[in-house]
């Protein structure tokens, strides 16, 4: 029973990735991630939440950019920790390198 619990669980978070809806994706992903910790779906888990928060980083007005693209990067640590030799490394390493660069460019824009 606990397993169709984690299924559902699992596929009502990513369901709003599907749809587009990073915010809610990440909310969502997040609290299935902590109702089911042990999950066999962890490291997909962990995988959208980084690249629902790259998405909404990458799909935000200019004044929310930063702070998005710095929790992307928050979330790559997290990621990356915990799944070193993932089979997503390489796409989470492309989105925490361009989410530094952007990050860093507006750090700079900032700084002038």
């Given at each position: 029973?606990?397993?169709?619990?984690?299924?559902?669980?699992?596929?009502?978070?990513?369901?709003?990735?599907?749809?587009?809806?990073?915010?809610?994706s990440i909310?969502?992903?997040?609290n299935s991630?902590?109702e089911f910790?042990?999950?066999?779906?962890?490291?997909?888990?962990?995988?959208?939440?980084?690249?629902?928060?790259?998405?909404?980083?990458?799909?935000?007005?200019?004044?929310?950019?930063?702070?998005?693209?710095?929790?992307?990067?928050?979330?790559?640590?997290?990621?990356?920790?915990?799944?070193?030799?993932?089979?997503?490394?390489?796409?989470?390493?492309?989105?925490?390198?361009?989410?530094?660069?952007?990050?860093?460019?507006?750090?700079?824009?900032?700084?002038?």
């Amino acid at each position: 029973m606990r397993n169709k619990l984690v299924e559902k669980s699992y596929l009502n978070a990513k369901l709003y990735y599907n749809l587009g809806d990073y915010k809610a994706s990440i909310i969502a992903l997040k609290n299935s991630l902590n109702e089911f910790p042990d999950t066999k779906y962890r490291e997909e888990l962990l995988f959208l939440i980084l690249k629902s928060t790259y998405l909404l980083a990458d799909n935000s007005i200019q004044s929310k950019r930063k702070q998005r693209f710095q929790d992307t990067i928050d979330e790559y640590f997290t990621f990356i920790s915990e799944f070193p030799e993932s089979n997503y490394k390489k796409e989470a390493q492309k989105m925490y390198e361009m989410a530094m660069n952007i990050a860093g460019t507006t750090e700079q824009t900032e700084q002038l």
